[in-house]
C-alpha cells in the first residue's frame, strides 16, 4: 500500500485566503485523524472520523476550520479565512483500529501563512 | 479527560551517554494504550512501541527500552548508548479504551552531541 497521503506538501498563501488539504488514507482503515503540529503546542488532535463520520471536532480551533470525509478514500481540511497563526504542519493520520497498534502517518503539509 | 505531559522540552546529552524521556500520563479509565513515536529532523512521524494498561512488563528493543510503571502513571523511554542518529523530537501518546481518539504530548526534543 503506498501509505497516508497528503497534498499539498507545502503551502504558502496570504492571510485571508481559502486553504484545502488533502488526506488518502490507507485503504481499509475506518479511522482518520487530523493533527497540527507547532512548536509551542506540540501535536494536537484537530478532529477524527470513524467510518467517514465526524466522531470529535472538539479541537478544532475555530469556525474558520472545517473537516469533511466525503468517502472512505478522501478527506480535506479547510482554512477559511486563513490567518498567519494557523502556519503549521498539519498531519493526517488513518488506523483500522486505534487501540490495536501503530497509527499510520502520512508526510505532512506545511502551511505558512503571510 | 486523558491527558499526556512530556515535561522535558528539550534535551541535550553527548554521544555514548544513557538518556530517559519522561512520560506522565492522566487517564480515568482501567484499559487504555500508550505509545511512543520518533520525529526525525525529515520530519516523518515513526512508530516505536505500544504498550496496554494490563501488560507493566518493561520491553527492551536494542539500545531502547520503555518503563511502564501504574503506580506513578509513567510510561518512561531510555535511549542506551546514545547515537547522533537518535537526535529527533520524541512523542508519548496515550488512547483510552472508550474513546479512539489518540492524544500526543508535546514532545521531547532530543540533541546528541558528537
Known amino acids: 500500500d503506498a501509505g497516508v497521503i497528503q497534498s499539498p506538501r507545502h503551502e504558502v498563501t496570504e492571510m485571508g485566503q481559502e486553504v484545502t488539504l488533502r488526506c488518502k488514507p490507507i485503504s481499509g482503515h475506518d479511522y482518520l485523524f487530523w493533527y497540527r503540529q507547532t512548536m509551542m503546542r506540540g501535536l494536537e488532535l484537530l478532529i477524527y472520523?470513524?467510518?467517514?463520520?465526524?466522531?470529535?471536532d472538539s479541537g478544532m480551533p475555530e469556525d474558520r476550520f472545517s473537516a469533511k470525509m466525503p468517502n472512505a478514500s478522501f478527506s480535506t481540511l479547510k482554512i477559511q479565512p486563513s490567518e498567519p497563526r494557523d502556519s503549521a504542519v498539519y498531519f493526517c493520520?488513518?488506523?483500522?483500529?486505534?487501540?490495536?497498534?501503530?497509527?499510520?502517518f502520512g508526510e505532512g503539509s506545511r502551511l505558512t501563512v503571510l | 479527560a486523558q491527558k499526556v505531559t512530556q515535561a522535558q522540552t528539550e534535551i541535550s546529552v553527548v554521544e555514548k551517554e544513557d538518556v530517559t524521556l519522561d512520560c506522565v500520563y492522566e487517564t480515568r479509565d482501567t484499559t487504555y494504550y500508550l505509545f511512543w513515536y520518533k520525529q526525525p529532523p525529515s520530519g516523518e512521524l515513526v512508530f516505536l512501541i505500544r504498550?496496554?494498561?494490563?501488560?507493566?512488563q518493561n520491553e527492551i528493543s536494542g539500545r531502547y527500552s520503555w518503563n511502564f510503571q501504574k503506580s506513578t502513571s509513567s510510561f518512561n523511554f531510555t535511549i542506551t548508548a546514545s547515537q547522533v542518529v537518535d537526535s529527533a523530537v520524541y512523542f508519548c501518546a496515550l488512547t483510552e479504551f472508550r474513546d479512539d481518539k489518540i492524544i500526543f504530548g508535546k514532545g521531547t526534543r532530543l540533541h546528541i552531541l558528537p
Open positions: 493520520a488513518s488506523h483500522l483500529d486505534p487501540a490495536a497498534g501503530e497509527l499510520f
Open positions: 504498550r496496554n494498561s494490563f501488560d507493566e
Open positions: 472520523f470513524n467510518n467517514n463520520v465526524p466522531i470529535d
